[in-house]
């Protein structure tokens, strides 16, 4: 049973580039969910989408970062014109169908973008 | 000040030691209650889920939950070098699909 999937696991662009984050989640679960951890800091959520839909996109700074959960296909964080403050380590989580367990996350090994 | 707070250590202790972790926090909406595991440079990893106040107990680990003092502890009985790791504290509300609040971690050594 393959856990949550991320890629690339290592990113590097440079300033002005764009960065484009993958999250295929665990088979069975239908919610996904992103989260951001920059050094000697705890993870802050940033979106939460469901297959089409974006479900709380608090925690998004409001321009350059968008998300999407597509039909087919994998999340994508999308990063347009990446500042050296974006360089983190981006974290995807998902959980199963709502009516079965009422929170657990389980997350990806992460994806590192450093910006030079 | 913030939602969760959580002492960032470094803690080491020797072999066999019982490990205490804690977070307080401050939204007492907060229902739901969980620890993870996380390695260097890895994703974390669920530890212990909880609702509400209480124990649970998962093999060495046992959760605990204080709700009137909005205190919760992770213990390790046995610690194993391999236990060393950042311990997180995540909570959220009782609203399915909610966002998870991180405490910052505890970095943890375990000392053969």
């Known amino acids: 049973n393959a856990g949550v999937m991320q890629n690339p696991r290592h990113l590097v662009r440079r300033r002005g580039q764009e960065a484009r984050l993958r999250c295929s989640p665990m088979k069975g679960h239908s919610h996904v969910y992103w989260y951001r951890q920059l050094p000697e800091e705890g993870l802050k959520f940033m979106v939460y989408l469901q297959k089409e839909n974006i479900i709380d996109e608090s925690g998004m700074p409001k321009e350059r970062f968008s998300a999407e959960f597509p039909k087919e296909g994998p999340s994508i964080l999308r990063i347009q014109q990446v500042v050296r403050g974006d360089s983190a380590a981006y974290f995807c989580?998902?959980?199963?169908?709502?009516?079965?367990?009422?929170?657990?996350?389980?997350f990806g090994p992460g994806t590192r973008l450093t910006v030079t | 000040q913030k939602e969760v707070e959580q002492d960032p250590g470094p803690l080491s202790v020797p072999e066999g030691a019982i490990v205490s972790l804690n977070c307080t926090y401050s939204n007492s909406a907060f229902q739901y209650f969980m620890w993870y595991r996380q390695y260097s440079r890895k994703g974390p990893e669920l530890l212990m889920y909880?609702?509400?106040?209480g124990n649970k107990e998962d093999g060495r680990f046992t959760a605990q939950v204080d709700k009137s003092s909005k205190y919760i502890s992770l213990f390790i009985r046995d610690s194993q070098p391999s236990d060393s790791a950042t311990y997180l504290c995540?909570?959220?509300?009782?609203?399915?699909?909610?966002?998870?609040?991180f405490g910052t971690g505890t970095r943890l050594t375990i000392i053969p």
């Open positions: 909880t609702y509400s106040s």
């Open positions: 989580a998902s959980s199963p169908p709502l009516w079965e367990r009422e929170n657990e996350q389980y």
């Open positions: 995540a909570m959220s509300r009782p609203s399915r699909g909610e966002k998870l609040t």
